[in-house]
């Protein structure tokens, strides 16, 4: 009883926060504009997480991280790629004025807090760029990737619920199995099928190139399986700091970092299988 009222409320919270994502998609600038705020929201998270360590970051310095996903807007809205320098200049000053604020810093343990600072840029910082970029690429691309996470949380779920023998990395996150990992994977491959469709629709059809059919089934793959990845990097990342949610913002998921702990890791995937 109690796993089908966390499912409930899992479900309830998970529609919220996909209608929040679908409604972003609206267009380019309300799109960001979301990216934007979840980066703060958590970059927050983050902070506190490091803070239950003694690890103190400032939120508002981690703000700084938010230069190269305003840079990459830019670049992306204006349509000109000789606006990349002022990607390239945003992240190095970001960079530069972090560390130097540190100075300033009166606690101890000032080379640690500026190596996770660092981290939180490469971390968090660029995969929220990546988003942007893929949606400057097409709205489908950022709809494929966030449903298939999706499907493969929801699905990986439920296969591991009922049918879940064989852990998958019972070190690191031992509710996890290999059954509930292939379940979901076999779902999203068919979530591919389905986009494939909707990008050859003549109604529906994309800007070229179409991809072929292997090429959507690829990039579902790419996305579970660096979203697997990113659940487990996130999952190790608590266990080093000894807690067991980043927050409590989401209702039967966590915090909003355990809700995006695949995409932080499935979006530059997805840009470097598209692009290359």
């Given at each position: 009883?109690?796993?089908?009222?966390?499912?409930?409320?899992?479900?309830?919270?998970?529609?919220?926060?996909?209608?929040?994502?679908?409604?972003?998609?609206?267009?380019?600038?309300?799109?960001?504009?979301?990216?934007?705020?979840?980066?703060?929201?958590?970059?927050?998270?983050?902070?506190?997480?490091?803070?239950?360590?003694?690890?103190?970051?400032?939120?508002?310095?981690?703000?700084?991280?938010?230069?190269?996903?305003?840079?990459?807007?830019?670049?992306?809205?204006?349509?000109?790629?000789?606006?990349?320098?002022?990607?390239?200049?945003?992240?190095?000053?970001?960079?530069?004025?972090?560390?130097?604020?540190?100075?300033?810093?009166?606690?101890?343990?000032?080379?640690?807090?500026?190596?996770?600072?660092?981290?939180?840029?490469?971390?968090?910082?660029?995969?929220?760029?990546?988003?942007?970029?893929?949606?400057?690429?097409?709205?489908?691309?950022?709809?494929?990737?966030?449903?298939?996470?999706?499907?493969?949380?929801?699905?990986?779920?439920?296969?591991?619920?009922?049918?879940?023998?064989?852990?998958l990395f019972e070190r690191v996150s031992p509710q996890k199995t290999w059954e509930?990992?292939?379940?979901?994977?076999?779902?999203?491959?068919?979530?591919?099928?389905?986009?494939?469709?909707?990008?050859?629709?003549?109604?529906?059809?994309?800007?070229?190139?179409?991809?072929?059919?292997?090429?959507?089934?690829?990039?579902?793959?790419?996305?579970?399986?660096?979203?697997?990845?990113?659940?487990?990097?996130?999952?190790?990342?608590?266990r080093s700091l000894e807690i067991k949610d980043s927050g409590t913002l989401l209702p039967g998921h966590g915090g909003l970092?355990?809700?995006?702990?695949?995409?932080?890791?499935?979006?530059?995937?997805?840009?470097?299988?598209?692009?290359?």
């Amino acid at each position: 009883m109690k796993t089908l009222s966390n499912f409930v409320k899992r479900t309830l919270t998970g529609g919220i926060y996909m209608v929040a994502i679908l409604a972003s998609m609206l267009n380019f600038i309300s799109f960001s504009i979301l990216c934007y705020v979840l980066l703060l929201l958590t970059i927050n998270e983050y902070a506190k997480m490091l803070k239950q360590k003694g690890i103190v970051i400032s939120e508002r310095k981690m703000g700084l991280a938010a230069f190269p996903l305003i840079a990459t807007f830019i670049v992306c809205y204006s349509g000109s790629i000789e606006w990349l320098w002022l990607f390239v200049a945003l992240f190095i000053t970001g960079l530069l004025v972090t560390f130097s604020l540190e100075l300033f810093h009166k606690k101890n343990h000032q080379m640690q807090n500026v190596a996770y600072s660092f981290f939180a840029y490469f971390y968090i910082a660029l995969p929220f760029a990546c988003l942007i970029y893929l949606y400057s690429l097409s709205q489908l691309y950022t709809l494929a990737l966030f449903t298939f996470v999706w499907t493969h949380d929801t699905f990986s779920y439920l296969v591991g619920m009922k049918l879940g023998r064989t852990k998958l990395f019972e070190r690191v996150s031992p509710q996890k199995t290999w059954e509930g990992f292939f379940g979901g994977l076999v779902a999203t491959i068919l979530a591919g099928v389905v986009f494939y469709y909707l990008a050859t629709d003549d109604i529906i059809r994309i800007a070229e190139p179409t991809y072929h059919l292997w090429k959507w089934m690829g990039m579902a793959v790419v996305v579970v399986v660096a979203g697997t990845f990113g659940d487990l990097f996130e999952s190790l990342l608590k266990r080093s700091l000894e807690i067991k949610d980043s927050g409590t913002l989401l209702p039967g998921h966590g915090g909003l970092f355990d809700r995006l702990d695949s995409i932080l890791f499935a979006a530059p995937a997805v840009m470097v299988y598209l692009l290359f």
